[in-house]
């Protein structure tokens, strides 16, 4: 297989099974992959969405139950929790994570479900999952989750009005400090000071929320961090297009047409709203009381490739300007969430930081190359998969990768790069 190592694919799948059989959970009727057990020994909706992917290269089965699991999880008025902490055997918590969780303690209800959503990846997963599988039974099980948690974010998301997703703390990105998200916080990562305020903020916010009940109305009266993220709104264009497709599979027509229609709306919104034509990329945007960018260039700034409805000439511009770029994304390992050129002024701190530094995320790796290859760059995201798969290997299955070195950074065993399997699948096998 063009550019892939065998040796370096049997490795990785060998540590998936491993990672995957300690990460995973049977609590009662639950199922799930906790993304790390050490530190992250939780049900998170967006790490299952990525682990469900993953499994499905190992066992079908076992990602249809985790789904099933998730999907059980929204609430009835449509809220995905961002994170569920269950008690189990599995789940007992190290004491460093139960002292985060009293630092947090703002951020969840009374059964342990987090306030906050996340970017809606499970609804993608769940097609790509049913796509391999048909199991009818299975997704008249998980579709009314599905529609409640879509119509959430369309009906109660829209902060703005402008027909996108917004978010209303940084955890809702998935990417939590991330430079455009500490930008439209008032920090900044090239400034020495600024280092507390990135420590502290995201508590506070927390914090604020919680006083304000979570309730949207006066978070948004309040108008502290009300944001149109990019891997939000990219992943929920998405979203709605597996919705619409899964709808047609449902036997609901109607859905299907409703959905695709929102899919559509969804990202012209992005395109008037967020594209900058002078950077030739996304910026996100915040502020309801003065909406401006934040332009401040990440790999979430290319993410509308992902979304499926990207316009083909954008969609170039983003591969040539910037993915494809040696003094931005396209450097000796693949693929930095933050621009090379742009970095190159950070601070230190930023290193100890998520999302801030020189880092490399096995999920926006997946979804790049997929962005990649459903714009006709085959060869590229070939190049992309296999550079994941060795970089893998060789490091083991980590948080994220130093972007310098491709050394594993963080949390050991964590799940996310069981997506190289997939992207091994999709890429050269399937194709
Ligand atoms: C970190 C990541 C977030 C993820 C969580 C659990 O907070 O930034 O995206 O969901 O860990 O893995």
Redesign the pocket.
């Known amino acids: 297989m063009d550019g892939l190592d065998e040796t370096d694919l049997l490795k990785v799948r060998d540590e998936a099974l491993r990672v995957f059989e300690a990460a995973e959970v049977h609590a009662g009727s639950d199922y799930f992959h906790m993304?790390n057990a050490k530190y992250?020994p939780s049900l998170?909706a967006?790490?299952s969405g990525f682990n469900a992917v993953a499994m499905s290269q190992i066992d079908a089965e076992r990602s249809m139950r985790e789904l099933e699991t998730l999907f059980g999880r929204v609430a009835p008025d449509g809220h995905m929790p961002h994170e569920v902490l269950i008690d189990c055997e599995e789940t007992r918590a190290s004491l460093s994570r139960n002292l985060l969780r009293r630092m947090f303690r703002w951020a969840y209800d009374s059964n342990g479900a987090s306030r906050m959503t996340?970017p809606p990846i499970y609804v993608f997963a769940a097609e790509q999952v049913y796509s391999g599988t048909r199991d009818a039974k299975w997704l008249a099980k998980i579709w009314p989750g599905i529609r409640r948690l879509l119509d959430y974010l369309i009906f109660e998301r829209d902060l703005f009005d402008s027909g996108l997703v917004s978010i209303v703390h940084p955890?809702e990105a998935?990417?939590?400090l991330s430079p455009q998200i500490l930008s439209a916080l008032g920090i900044d990562p090239a400034k020495r000071a600024d280092a507390l305020k990135a420590t502290f903020l995201v508590p506070l916010l927390c914090r604020h929320c919680d006083r304000l009940s979570w309730d949207l109305k006066s978070i948004s009266a309040a108008n502290r961090f009300i944001f149109e993220d990019l891997t939000m709104n990219s992943i929920t264009i998405r979203a709605l297009t597996s919705a619409s497709r899964l709808a047609n599979e449902a036997g609901d027509p109607a859905a299907a047409a409703r959905y695709d229609e929102r899919a559509r709306a969804m990202a012209s919104a992005l395109d008037e709203l967020l594209w900058d034509d002078e950077a030739g990329c996304y910026f996100p945007r915040f502020d309801l009381a003065a909406p401006r960018n934040v332009r401040v260039i990440t790999a979430a700034s290319v993410l509308p490739l992902f979304s499926g409805l990207c316009e083909p000439e954008r969609a170039a511009r983003m591969i040539e300007e910037h993915v494809l770029n040696p003094s931005e994304f396209w450097v000796d390992y693949l693929i930095p969430f933050n621009s090379h050129r742009q970095i190159a002024g950070f601070r230190p701190w930023s290193d100890k930081k998520?999302?801030a530094g020189h880092c490399i995320w096995a999920n926006f790796n997946w979804m790049i190359a997929i962005g990649l290859w459903d714009h006709g760059r085959e060869a590229e995201a070939r190049k992309l998969a296999a550079r994941t798969v060795e970089m893998v290997a060789r490091a083991g299955f980590w948080e994220y990768y130093d972007s310098r070195t491709g050394e594993g950074r963080r949390m050991r065993d964590f799940t996310w790069p069981g997506l190289a399997l997939d992207m091994v699948d999709r890429f050269f096998v399937r194709a």
Request: proline share 8%; net charge negative.
């Open positions: 993304p992250y998170f967006w790490d996340d955890w998935g990417t939590d998520l999302w």
